[in-house]
Nanobody, 115 residues
Framework: QVQPVESGGGLVQPGGSLRLSCAAS????????MAWYRQAPGKPRELVAG???????NYADSVKGRFTISRDNAKNTVYLQMNSLKPEDTAVYYC?????????WGQGTQVTVSS
């Protein structure tokens, strides 16, 4: 059983930064593709950024150049560095781990961008 646990959300002003963390259990964490999704009120969940076991990354167009996904396999953790935050980035952010073809979700962390 893999249980991702997110942390690092909060309230930030427009233009500010936050770093989200996601810790996932499992001795083979380094083999998991990992991703961050987000869901704003009234909208479907959307992919924000993903990272493969080999470190390749992909991003939604809306966050390219502002967000960076990374992983530390020694700590079983994936990060999402979010810079130049905008009000439209407000959402619950979820971590997803893919293990043997099955996706595991964390409970989410709220990010609110507001002045």
């Amino acid at each position: 059983q893999v249980q991702p646990v997110e942390s690092g959300g909060g309230l930030v002003q427009p233009g500010g930064s936050l770093r989200l963390s996601c810790a996932a259990s499992g001795s083979t964490f380094s083999t998991y593709p990992m991703a961050w999704y987000r869901q704003a009120p009234g909208k479907p969940r959307e992919l924000v950024a993903g990272i493969t076991s080999g470190g390749q990354t992909n991003y939604a167009d809306s966050v390219k150049g502002r967000f960076t996904i990374s992983r530390d396999n020694a700590k079983n953790t994936v990060y999402l560095q979010m810079n130049s935050l905008k009000p439209e980035d407000t959402a619950v952010y979820y971590c997803n781990a893919v293990v043997t073809g099955r996706g595991y979700w964390g409970q989410g962390t709220q990010v609110t961008v507001s002045s």
